[in-house]
C-alpha cells in the first residue's frame, strides 16, 4: 500500500491541527497512510486538499451527505434564507420550526406528530431519553451492545463502554443486550425501563440487518412493560434504505423518532426528535425545562425543509433503490472474486457493510479504498466490516466507478495480504 511524503501545505495544516486542535488524531491519520485533508468538494466527490486527489464518498459521514456535498438547491435555499433570516430565538414561537415540524410530521408513520429541536444527533437522542424518562417516571434505559447514539450525556451513558468509562459515566440504569435478541430484550425489560433505544441498523456494529420479525417483537415486549420505543435514524433515514424512514421496513410504529446528520443537507446542522402526539404533554405545563440555543436555528430548518422536499420525493427513493440493485449485482460479482476475504454484503437499500473474514481487514481495506480513490471506513465496533454508505444521488455511471475502485482495492487488499 502506497505512502507518499506530504506536500508542504499539508504538512503545515497536520501541524497547527496536532499542535491546536487533536495531536492524537493527527498521529493516527499519518500512522494509517490516509493524510486526508478536505479541499473542494461538490456532488459525490471530495478533494485532498492538495488538489490532485480526488475521492468518491462512500463514508458520507454517516448520512451528512446523503445529498451529496454542496447540492445546488440546498446551497440556494441556505443562500436565500441568509438573505431575511437569522438563527431566531429558540424561547419564542417561529414559522419556520412549525413548518419544519409539520413537514417531519407529513412524512412520520402513525403519530409522530410533534417535533422537539437540537444541533447534534446525540443532544437529540438525550432529548428522547429524557422525554421517554418523564412521561414514565421511570429511570432504566436498555440499547444493544456496540449500538452508537452520540457522545453526549444520555446518549453516551447508552453506548459502548468504551467510550463511556474514561468518562466515568456508567449508570446501572443504562444496560445492554445484543442487537437482534429479542429474547435477551425481554429478559432485560421491566417496570423500571423508561425507553428502549436502538437504531434501525447499527451502523458502527457494521450494518446488521434486523432479523425477521426483531422489530415487531421489541415493540411487543414495549409495549407490554409500558416502555417507549426510541428508533435512532441518524443514519438510516431521510431515504437511505430506499424508503423515508428505515423502520418502515420492519413493520412497526415506534414512540419516537431521532433523525440528524443528513437533516441538515451537510450544510446547517438541525437534528430532530420526533415525538408520539400524546407524549408532547411533558413540556406542557413548563415548556422551558428543556430549551436548545441553536436547535432548529430557523436558518436551519428552511435548509432541513428542503432536505425533506428532496429526499422524500417518490423519483429520489426510486433511485435509491435502483442503485441499491447495482451495487447488489456489482458485490456480489466482486465477492466471487475474492472468496476469502469479501465474505458477505449486508445490504438495505444504500444503508449497506461489506463484511470482510477478518477484523484486521476492514484497516486495510479502509486503505486501500483511499489509494483506489474512494473513501469508505471500517465500522469501529466491528473492524471486520466496512460501512458502504454512497451518496443517494449517485449516479448510475459513479457507481459503475464505484464498484471498479472497489475491485482494485479488494486486489490491492488481497496482494497485501498475500506477499
Ligand atoms: C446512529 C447514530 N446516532 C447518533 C449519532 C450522534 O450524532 P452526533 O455526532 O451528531 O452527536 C451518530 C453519530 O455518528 C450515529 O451514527
Redesign the pocket.
Known amino acids: 500500500m502506497t505512502s507518499q511524503p506530504l506536500s508542504a501545505t499539508k504538512q503545515a495544516v497536520f501541524e497547527r491541527f496536532s499542535r491546536h486542535v487533536s495531536s492524537g488524531k493527527a498521529a493516527f491519520f499519518l500512522q494509517t497512510g490516509i493524510p486526508l485533508v478536505f479541499g473542494k468538494r461538490e456532488g459525490p466527490y471530495i478533494w485532498d486538499i492538495d488538489g490532485d486527489k480526488r475521492l468518491i464518498d462512500c463514508h458520507c459521514n ?1 448520512g451528512v451527505y446523503n445529498l451529496g456535498h454542496r447540492h445546488p438547491e440546498i446551497i440556494s435555499t441556505l443562500v436565500e434564507a441568509a438573505s431575511r433570516l437569522d438563527i431566531g430565538n429558540h424561547h419564542f414561537v417561529s414559522m419556520e420550526k412549525a413548518a419544519l415540524a409539520e413537514a417531519l410530521a407529513d412524512v412520520s408513520p402513525g403519530n409522530l406528530e410533534c417535533v422537539v429541536f437540537g444541533v ?4 437529540a ?1 438525550d432529548t428522547a431519553i429524557k422525554i421517554a424518562r418523564k412521561a414514565t417516571g421511570r429511570k432504566g434505559v436498555i440499547s444493544a451492545a456496540g449500538g ?5 450525556g444520555l ?1 453516551l451513558a447508552a453506548g459502548d463502554p468504551k467510550f463511556k468509562a474514561p468518562f466515568l459515566s456508567d449508570s446501572s440504569d443504562f444496560l445492554q443486550v445484543p442487537f437482534n435478541d429479542a429474547a435477551a430484550l425481554e429478559a432485560a425489560v421491566d417496570k423500571n425501563t423508561a425507553a428502549v433505544v436502538l ?1 434501525t441498523i447499527p ?2 456494529l457494521g450494518m446488521p440487518m434486523p432479523v425477521e420479525d426483531y422489530y415487531r417483537k421489541v415493540k411487543q415486549c414495549c409495549e407490554k412493560n409500558g416502555t417507549l420505543l426510541i428508533i ?1 435514524e ?2 438510516a433515514g431521510l431515504g437511505r434504505t430506499g424508503r423515508f424512514w428505515g423502520i418502515e421496513h420492519y413493520g412497526i410504529v415506534p414512540d419516537m423518532i ?1 433523525s ?2 443528513g437533516l441538515g443537507g451537510g450544510i446547517y446542522p438541525v ?1 430532530a426528535t420526533i415525538i408520539r402526539k400524546d407524549l408532547e404533554f411533558v413540556f406542557h405545563d413548563d415548556p422551558f425545562i428543556h430549551v436548545s440555543t441553536t436547535g432548529g436555528a430557523d436558518i436551519g430548518c428552511v435548509v432541513a425543509r428542503k432536505v425533506i422536499e428532496i429526499s422524500a420525493a417518490p423519483s429520489f427513493l426510486e433511485n435509491v433503490n435502483q442503485l441499491a440493485g447495482i451495487f447488489a449485482g456489482g458485490m456480489a460479482e466482486i465477492a466471487r472474486e475474492f472468496p476469502g476475504l469479501f465474505t458477505g454484503f449486508r445490504q438495505n437499500g444504500l444503508m449497506c457493510g461489506i463484511q470482510t473474514a477478518d477484523p484486521g481487514y476492514g484497516p486495510l481495506m479502509s486503505k486501500a479504498c483511499y489509494d483506489a480513490g474512494l473513501l469508505c471506513i471500517y465500522a469501529g465496533n466491528d473492524p471486520s466490516v466496512l460501512q458502504f454508505l454512497p451518496p443517494l444521488i449517485t449516479e448510475k455511471e459513479t457507481a459503475e466507478e464505484i464498484l471498479t475502485r472497489l475491485h482494485e482495492a479488494f486486489s490491492i487488499t488481497q496482494n497485501f495480504i498475500n506477499a
Open positions: 454517516g447534534s444527533g446525540g443532544e437522542i452508537y447514539h452520540g457522545h453526549t446518549a437504531e451502523a458502527t435512532d441518524v443514519q431521532v440528524a446528520k437534528t
